[in-house]
């Protein structure tokens, strides 16, 4: 079974710190890893995606890493502001059908 | 570019009613779009895809016969929710992309319908 793996399941941090997320994945054959933020009631918008050749991709102040032979990626997120407060969603493609991780809630507090 | 619009971005109705929530790809053709469920606190469940011309695919457990989709343009795709009963209340999400120009499959999700089905 396809599975992606998130961790923690929620974090809560000051604005102005940074925090890094986890995402673990047994999914195969392997497309693309995608990092979405979703905020609440909203659909998901994409961040960042990595093919199996990329190692580190950025997008303003969040940067995900990927190592496609442990199958493990991050996401950093820099300098943190009220408005990341959200879930952020690891995405693993096979192919056009997505494999999502539960996410991770991260609440930003001033 | 590739803004995906849902309507209604909120709907209530009785039990037993049916509910139409609409997609559209607004700046781009879709030849494929997707339709998710989300219960609070957990991730997105696919539903079923769309290729416009032809029927649905649903995943398993799916009730193809309570979930009406429709495809009739490659900008338009509409889930029709049958019969509505409370257990059908959720935040559908449906999302769309276009096969062969993005190397990734890119998919663009739409905004989201919260349906509460009183």
């Known amino acids: 079974k396809n599975q992606v793996e998130q961790s923690p399941q929620s974090l809560i941090i000051l604005e102005g710190k940074n925090c890094t997320l986890q995402c673990n994945y047994t999914v195969s054959p392997f497309s693309n890893l995608r990092w979405y933020k979703q905020d609440t009631g909203r659909g998901p918008v994409s961040l960042t995606i990595m093919t199996f050749s990329e190692n580190t991709k950025s997008n303003g102040r969040y940067t995900a890493t990927l190592d496609a032979d442990t199958k493990q990626s991050s996401l950093h997120i820099t300098a943190s502001q009220l408005s990341d407060s959200a879930s952020y969603i690891c995405v693993v493609s096979p192919g056009y059908k997505l494999s999502f991780g539960a996410g991770t809630t991260v609440t930003v507090r001033a | 570019g590739a803004v995906v619009s849902q309507h209604p971005s909120r709907v209530i109705c009785k039990s037993g009613t049916s509910v139409k929530i609409e997609c559209r790809s607004l700046?781009?053709?879709?030849?494929?779009m997707f339709w998710y469920r989300q219960f609070p606190k957990q991730s997105l469940m696919l539903m079923a895809t769309?290729?416009?011309?032809?029927?649905?695919?649903?995943e398993q457990g799916v009730e193809k016969d309570k979930f009406l989709i429709n495809h009739a343009s490659l900008t338009l795709s509409t889930l029709t929710v049958t019969s509505a009963h409370p257990e059908d209340s959720s935040f559908y999400i449906c999302?769309?992309?276009?096969?062969?120009?993005?190397?990734?499959?890119?998919?663009?999700f739409g905004p989201g319908t919260r349906l509460t089905v009183l």
């Open positions: 999302s769309a992309s276009v096969a062969g120009v993005d190397p990734y499959n890119e998919q663009f």
């Open positions: 769309s290729n416009e011309g032809s029927k649905a695919t649903y």
């Open positions: 700046d781009f053709q879709a030849t494929t």
